[in-house]
Each structure stands twice: as structure tokens, then as C-alpha cells.
């Protein structure tokens, strides 16, 4: 099976920023797509932003240029570099993984989720 755990949430004031961290782990033959999704209670969990193995992106059109996403292939880890984070930013995040097997299927699998936290 395969394993992901985030690192890199915490509480930071407005106008900060933070790094987040996913490392996958387990029977991973390769790596496709990765990405960034947030949630907060009682909404949808929603998309934040995706890279593809290639390193083509997709970003939310609301985070307006403050979030980065990127993957080092060597270390199966994805990145999401947040600036100028304000109080909207407040959530549960959560990283994506689309992982081949050594099998050739393509499954997708979810990390446990690091909260952050934007508070002054």
C-alpha cells in the first residue's frame, strides 16, 4: 500500500506564509499527478492547486498568484509554498497522490491532513 504524510501546517499570523510538505511512501512504481486540496467544516472539500509529472500546474482562481505548488520526483514529495496568507486560508489541508503500481493501475490515495491555521 501506499503512505502519505503531510508535514508543515501550524498557526501562522495574517500576511505570513508556510511551506507544506507531502512524502509518499510504500509500492509505488511512479508518481503522476499530485496535488493540494482544503477543506473547512461543512463545506466541500475543494481543489487548491495540481502539478502533473511533467510539472504543468493548475491553480484556484481565488488564490491570485500566493500559492505555489512543486514536486521533486526524486523524493516522490510534493510542496505548497503559501504567502501572504490571510484568514480565508484558514483549513484542513490536504494532500493528493495518483500513484502507478507496479501492477500498472493508477490509484489515487489522500494524506491525513495538516491543519493551518491563520489568526492574528
Known amino acids: 500500500q501506499v503512505q502519505l504524510v503531510e508535514s508543515g501546517g501550524g498557526l501562522v499570523q495574517p500576511g505570513g506564509s508556510l511551506r507544506l510538505s507531502c512524502a509518499a511512501s510504500g509500492s509505488i512504481f511512479s508518481i503522476n499527478d499530485m496535488g493540494w486540496y482544503r477543506q473547512v467544516p461543512g463545506k466541500e472539500r475543494e481543489l487548491v492547486a495540481a502539478i502533473t509529472s511533467g510539472g504543468s500546474t493548475n491553480y484556484a482562481d481565488s488564490l491570485k498568484g500566493r500559492f505555489t505548488i512543486s514536486r521533486d520526483n526524486a523524493k516522490n514529495t510534493v510542496y505548497l509554498q503559501m504567502n501572504s496568507l490571510n484568514s480565508e486560508d484558514t483549513a484542513v489541508y490536504y494532500c493528493?497522490?495518483?500513484?502507478?503500481?507496479?501492477?500498472?493501475?493508477?490509484?489515487?490515495?489522500w494524506g491525513q491532513g495538516t491543519q493551518v491555521t491563520v489568526s492574528s
Open positions: 493528493n497522490v495518483v500513484v502507478r503500481t507496479s501492477w500498472g493501475l493508477l490509484r489515487s490515495y
